[in-house]
């Protein structure tokens, strides 16, 4: 558990300001229910299948849903297997599900840096020490290997790869997992891939060749997604695992899910008669973030390009931007002071373990009018006449 439970300063300040009803524009949103998207009133129709009034428990998920995941991941011009697949109610039920196949209490997961703050919380509720390894930038995200070759030990059960990243946004290169697959293969550590933004590319048209963990035979690999993102419905509560790798390892690795699955049975009935047809229903969800995520990152650019002392880096996929700023004070007295004067939410580097300052996070989500005027407030401060 953590040692305290108090607010940070920027959510006290926060709580403050809405108390006085001091108009915020927010360019943290990560809730896509409350970004301003069109979702069809019906959409949630398919759980009131009257099929759900009967319980009859399958651990893995009942095969029809899990088809429907399969069908997913074809749609992403993926083969993965419905044998294959074990449904759980979210990506975060899903890695404690792995985490306590993998590894023994004090064992230890690899996360990348900077990435999902979460990982934390996750990895020390299931008794298991996270080992961060860096990802560095030149242009492009990329993984830093000689960091995760150090940070390997003899207790390192698994390595996590967010593909593409929050927040850089990077897709794991071709090259990378390659060498990736190599290190962990080889070692019996397995590689998850968290693919949850995986249906949002910001830039289709550049790709640098991506790795796909599902085809490879050469390490045990889980694949990890969810309603949450796909479509936009986190209070859905539905997400899966992908199992791949060496054929006689992936049987004996969904007979240990079947059992971790079969003691909690977390995944509703509904959610499961309804999973293929929420699946078809929700894509003018992903549609309409999908335009506004690679608008804003857009309209972020050009409104970059105007002030020297700023900079976009690059990103490739996923729900945010991130703008480097110069360091004219700490990213924590930045954001606070962003926060009360210009009444802009923003979140700094510093909470997804960025290797230095000063790097604004910005969500993509945000309504396209409120995210320029926002964004704007924000290089406002870093104008060329205001700081020289
Ligand atoms: C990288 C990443 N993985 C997983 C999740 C959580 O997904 P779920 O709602 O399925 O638990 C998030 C949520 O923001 C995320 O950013």
């Known amino acids: 558990m953590p040692a305290s439970l108090e607010a940070n300063r920027l959510s006290r300040t926060l709580a403050q300001l809405r108390r006085d009803g001091v108009p915020v ?4 949103e990560s809730n896509p229910t409350r970004a301003g998207f069109a979702y069809d009133a019906s959409l949630l129709a398919p759980l009131g299948d009257p099929r759900g009034l009967a319980y009859r428990p399958d651990p893995l998920g009942a095969v029809d849903a899990r088809r429907a995941v399969s069908e997913d991941f074809a749609r992403r011009g993926l083969a993965v297997g419905v044998e294959r697949i074990a449904l759980t109610a979210s990506t975060s039920e899903a890695y404690s599900l792995l985490f306590k196949l993998l590894c023994d209490s004090g064992d230890e997961v690899l996360i990348p840096q900077p990435s999902y703050p979460l990982f934390e919380h996750l990895t020390r509720l299931d008794g298991v020490t996270a080992v961060p390894y860096r990802l560095d930038y030149h242009g492009r995200w990329s993984v830093d290997l000689s960091s995760v070759e150090a940070a390997l030990s003899p207790r390192t059960r698994a390595l996590l790869i967010v593909n593409p990243n929050n927040p850089t946004g990077n897709f794991v290169s071709a090259v990378d997992l390659e060498a990736l697959a ?80 079969d003691t909690y049975l977390s995944v509703s009935t509904p959610v499961q008669l309804a999973a293929r047809e929420l699946l078809e229903r929700g894509a003018p969800v992903r549609e309409q973030i999908q335009q506004r995520t690679r608008a804003n990152l857009a309209t972020c650019a050009s409104l ?28 924590e007295e930045l954001v606070l002071s962003l926060l009360v004067d210009s009444q802009v939410l923003t979140h700094p580097g510093y909470f997804f373990d960025f290797a230095k300052e000063s790097f604004l996070i910005v969500s993509l989500l945000t309504p396209e009018d409120a995210f320029a005027t926002a964004v704007s407030r924000v290089l406002d401060r870093f104008r060329m006449d205001d700081y020289s």
Do not use: N
Request: glycine share 10%; with cysteine.
């Open 182 to 261: 190599a290190l962990c293969g080889s070692r019996d550590i397995a590689v998850i891939s968290d693919e949850v933004f995986a249906d949002y590319e910001l830039q289709p048209e550049t790709r640098v060749p991506r790795g796909q963990l599902t085809p490879r035979t050469d390490v045990l690999g889980f694949t990890l997604g969810g309603l949450s993102k796909s479509i936009g419905l986190p209070q859905a509560k539905l997400g899966w695992i992908a199992v791949s790798g060496d054929s006689a390892v992936c049987s004996q690795t969904m007979a240990l899910l079947e059992l971790e699955c």
């Open 304 to 331: 970059v390009r105007d002030v020297p002392a700023c900079r976009l880096l690059h990103a490739e996929g996923g729900w945010y931007g991130v703008i480097q700023v110069p360091s004219l004070m700490p990213e």
């Open 25 to 28: 524009l927010d360019l943290t």
